[in-house]
């Protein structure tokens, strides 16, 4: 279950950076999720976290959890970006937030605490091969914000693809 609150963070902090890039004054609303938000002067955004495993996920967000020990393959967050991204670019339920909005923005946010230079450059990798498999047209544009250690959040275009 998503933290609400946690998201709102995440997608003020986008609205704020998407206002500073795009010139223009972006503000965000909770939305019917979906959409998760309502973004003013357009659009809709859709926020989904990238973890580095479910139990990750448990762990950062869950009081219970105590623990969480890492293993895995190094490009684990690079394949859940690819996974999560083909998956919101064909969920059907996103159809009628695209009817009454138009085409929203995808943010997915990378909450890997390992996350460093070497999981960016698999990232990029992964997505210059990327193909969706049921692109249902739905967003105009995804993004993937990022924090490498001692840098500023980043965030990247990753949907549609830069030819």
């Known amino acids: 279950m998503p933290n609400l609150t946690s998201e709102a963070r995440i997608a003020e ?6 206002s500073q890039v795009t010139g223009r004054q972006y503000t965000v609303s909770l939305g019917g999720d979906p959409p998760d938000f309502l973004m003013e002067p357009e659009g809709w955004l859709e926020v989904s976290d990238i973890y580095l495993r479910d139990e990750h996920a448990k762990f950062l967000n869950s009081p219970a959890e105590r623990t969480f020990g890492f293993s895995g393959p190094l490009d684990e967050t690079a394949l859940r970006l690819i ?4 998956e ?3 969920k059907q339920s996103y159809e009628p937030a695209y009817t009454q909005l138009g085409k929203g923005t995808l943010l997915l946010t990378r909450q890997d605490t ?3 230079a070497v999981n960016l450059a698999q990232v990029r ?5 990327f193909r969706p498999t049921n692109d249902r047209g739905f967003f105009k544009t995804a993004y993937f914000e ?12 990753v949907y549609p693809r830069k030819a």
């Open 88 to 90: 919101k670019l064909g």
């Open 83 to 86: 996974r999560k991204l083909d």
């Open 146 to 157: 990022y924090q490498l250690p001692g840098e500023d959040r980043a965030y990247d275009v």
């Open 114 to 116: 390992f996350f460093d």
């Open 13 to 18: 902090r986008f609205a704020t950076w998407l």
């Open 125 to 129: 990798q992964a997505l210059a091969s």
